[in-house]
């Protein structure tokens, strides 16, 4: 349950944005920060949420997460103006990176059994899967019956039942041995994150070349590199930076970063182009993206099967192969489209969105060890949010560099982008035939070998 408000905030959103534009007066940028700012607090804090319920119990930083996500979507509901939601939104967040890691953590710790692990994270992965897929529908009905508002007050009784069934039901476990706080790394990751997305959304109306937009990329880069070097010296890690000593491992959250980065912006540019270009209301909009979320729904559960019986590369492949085609159909978009085509693409791009999820992060959790299962799922958790809040920018800089202005031009401005989640697609391919090899797998398992062997806390 917690999986699916966080996992349907990340999308309901979306369909919700021409409302709010014109509600609250947002341009384009400002719609960027509303999504944005929700993924990038996600991805600067998912390491932390992970190796705090490591530390301090899982179930009780699972509760807390729910108690301020549901608190932070009070505020956005309430919220009089742009700023305000960003800032509500960014809170939100905060109680959102305490429930995606953990709740991997728990999966991993519960089931120890590789067979019925897998299975598990099928389900995970199917209640994410529907979640994505469910966003834009709930989210068009919400605003056209009721309001935008109400997108974030229908997480409160979804939350605060999920708060109680928690307590019922989920066991409390923690590592053998608390892991350090890593102020340094946490720190890194925020201005690392933090100043790349902002320059990337501000760039264009800033422009590239202004001292502003150079220095935030320059700040960005040296924030990334010290990361990683800070991070190799530590005992304890906010990173674990060894992990990556894994093929498969990186190549997983490689692959979270492509995927959920055409999805994201897959999202974004499709509901102004159906409300901007179209002239859809929110609840048609909504409603046309439907197929995309039927084939996300049926394939997620289904793909948790397949990487059980035939592991992770037939599936992945397979993902990446449909997110291109679905992608591909659209580049050539007009304001008057044949809705035969929207649909195909989105059953398209749905089916691969369903593949993607288990494959990803069934690799990313497996080979880890259980003291360290927060830390593993809160990487591949946050490779997700990195992927999501990138692609965003990134498609809106170039969506906005064709056409700053709303309405029927904005299929056409919007070729560029949906060429760029094209471009997102072939790279998932190549990464995921890559890292999925025989001699790739021999580096994960000796990776976690090593990992069993070495005294939690010792340097690598």
Partial sequence: MSLLIVGIDTTIVNVALPSIQRSLHAPLSGLQWI??????????????????ADRLGRRRVFQTGL?????GSAICAAAP????????RAFQALGGAMLNPVALSIVRNVFEDPRERARAVGIWGAAFGISLGLGPVVGGILVTTAGWRYVFLVNLPVGLLAILLTAIFVPESRAHRARRIDPVGQALVIV?????TYAIIEGQPDGWGSPTIIALFLVAAAAFVALVRYELRRPEPLVEIRFFHSIPFSGAALSAIFAFAAYGAFLFVNTLYLQEARGFSALRAGLYTLPLAVSTIIFAPLTGRLVASMGTRRPLIIASIALACGALLMTGLSAHTHIWLL???????????GLVNPPITNTAISGMPSAQAGVAGAIASSSRQVGSTVGIAVVGAIVGGESTSFGPRFAEASHPGWWMMFGLAIALLIVGALT???RALATARATAARLELEPEGAVG
Avoid: K, R
């Fill in 35 to 52: 999504v944005d700012a929700y993924t990038l607090v996600l991805a600067s804090f998912l390491m932390l949420g992970g190796s705090t």
């Fill in 67 to 71: 108690v301020i996500f549901v608190l």
């Fill in 81 to 88: 103006s742009l700023g305000v939601l960003v800032s509500a």
């Fill in 192 to 196: 690392g994150l933090a100043t790349l």
């Fill in 343 to 353: 649909m195909v693409a989105y059953v398209i791009f749905g089916s691969g969105l």
């Fill in 436 to 438: 999925t090899t025989p």
